[in-house]
């Protein structure tokens, strides 16, 4: 009975998550005999937190944040994981997920693809977790999937709404939440 009721439970989140997706363009016929993707990802214009503050703000306030509780070094060490984690591990989080739930194998790496797909996060709120209480990690994002050799030739445009980490655990200095919304955002992309 447990089991049934937690396979339960993991079914209804991830349909609730998949209503968090919404095409604004285009459809994926596009994609139907496709057996690679290249996957750029872009960081430009994204806003922070609830207040909706630029990211040299959002990062000035957070190193402030943890220099007061537990000191400059560890601002220092957040800062250095927040740049690793964008440029790295947030990728390498939605390509995976990408890579074991569809048959199109995606990559940063790809150079003579027919399609691209740019992911551009345009809102990243990281949530907060306090013992019994938290609030998760959300993340907008904009994914357009245009010609490789003409990117003016936009096929599909697709909003990741308020996509929700998980967080039901969590360490107050890691950017490890962010992944898992990354990873959960793609899963509802196809």
Same mark, same amino acid.
């Given at each position: 009975m447990k089991k049934t009721l937690f396979l339960f439970l993991i079914i209804l989140s991830s349909c609730l998550m998949a209503?968090?997706? &919404?095409?604004?363009?285009? =459809?994926?016929?596009?994609l139907k005999d496709q057996k690679f993707v290249k996957v750029v990802f872009k960081f430009e214009g994204v806003t922070f937190a609830k207040k909706k503050i630029s990211e040299q703000q959002?990062?000035?306030d957070r190193m402030e944040d943890i220099e007061k509780a537990s000191g400059k070094e560890e601002a220092e060490k957040w800062k250095a994981d927040? *740049?690793?984690?964008? =440029? &790295?591990? %947030?990728?390498?989080?939605?390509?995976?997920?990408?890579? &074991?739930?569809t048959k199109i194998e995606a990559s940063t790496k790809f150079d003579k693809t027919k399609y691209t797909l740019i992911v551009e996060p345009t809102w990243i709120y990281q949530g907060w977790f306090g013992g019994i209480m938290n609030d998760p990690a959300q993340l907008n994002t904009r994914m357009? %999937?245009? *010609?490789? *050799?003409?990117?003016?030739?936009?096929?599909?445009?697709? *909003? #990741?709404?308020?996509?929700? #980490? =998980?967080?039901v655990i969590g360490i107050p200095n890691n950017n490890t939440e962010l992944q898992n919304v990354m990873r959960k955002l793609q899963k509802c992309l196809l």
């Amino acid at each position: 009975m447990k089991k049934t009721l937690f396979l339960f439970l993991i079914i209804l989140s991830s349909c609730l998550m998949a209503q968090r997706v &919404k095409v604004i363009s285009g =459809d994926y016929n596009f994609l139907k005999d496709q057996k690679f993707v290249k996957v750029v990802f872009k960081f430009e214009g994204v806003t922070f937190a609830k207040k909706k503050i630029s990211e040299q703000q959002y990062i000035t306030d957070r190193m402030e944040d943890i220099e007061k509780a537990s000191g400059k070094e560890e601002a220092e060490k957040w800062k250095a994981d927040w *740049e690793y984690s964008k =440029d &790295k591990t %947030f990728q390498d989080k939605f390509l995976a997920s990408w890579n &074991k739930n569809t048959k199109i194998e995606a990559s940063t790496k790809f150079d003579k693809t027919k399609y691209t797909l740019i992911v551009e996060p345009t809102w990243i709120y990281q949530g907060w977790f306090g013992g019994i209480m938290n609030d998760p990690a959300q993340l907008n994002t904009r994914m357009t %999937f245009v *010609e490789t *050799e003409n990117p003016s030739n936009i096929l599909m445009v697709v *909003e #990741g709404i308020k996509a929700i #980490g =998980d967080n039901v655990i969590g360490i107050p200095n890691n950017n490890t939440e962010l992944q898992n919304v990354m990873r959960k955002l793609q899963k509802c992309l196809l």
